[in-house]
């Protein structure tokens, strides 16, 4: 089993930065990757990284602008997110899993609850 328990959401201007944070607890070398979703659209996949922090991936539509990270230490993931459009406006949701960090949600086997992210023009 693994808990996730996302934070670091907030209003935002466009152009400007936001940092979340996904705490794990529970079994948590696993993969872990970061969702969104808008209302009315399907969950997307907007990065995601290997239990040992080797791989590393990232959606096209925020390469450049956002990058995943992990603290094993602190057993937490990250999604810092800069440049950010008001297209990036979504509930964003981090994910566990076996999977080598794939893009489908059914490939994952644990959430968090979510945390909104809202970028105004």
């Known amino acids: 089993q693994v808990q996730l328990v996302e934070s670091g959401g907030g209003l935002v201007q466009a152009g400007g930065s936001l940092r979340l944070s996904c705490a794990a607890s529970?079994?948590?070398?696993?993969?872990m990757a970061w969702f969104r979703q808008a209302p009315g659209k399907e969950r997307q996949f907007v990065a995601g990284?290997?239990?040992?922090?080797?791989?590393?991936r990232h959606a096209d539509s925020v390469k450049g602008r956002f990058t995943i990270s992990r603290d094993d230490a602190k057993n937490t993931v990250y999604l810092q997110m800069n440049s950010l459009k008001p297209e990036d406006t979504a509930n964003y949701y981090c994910?566990?899993?076996?999977?080598?960090?794939?893009?489908?949600?059914?490939?994952?086997?644990?959430w968090g609850q979510g945390t909104q992210v809202t970028v105004s023009s």
């Open positions: 990284i290997t239990w040992n922090g080797r791989l590393r």
């Open positions: 994910a566990a899993g076996k999977v080598v960090i794939g893009t489908d949600p059914k490939e994952y086997d644990f």
């Open positions: 529970g079994q948590t070398s696993t993969t």
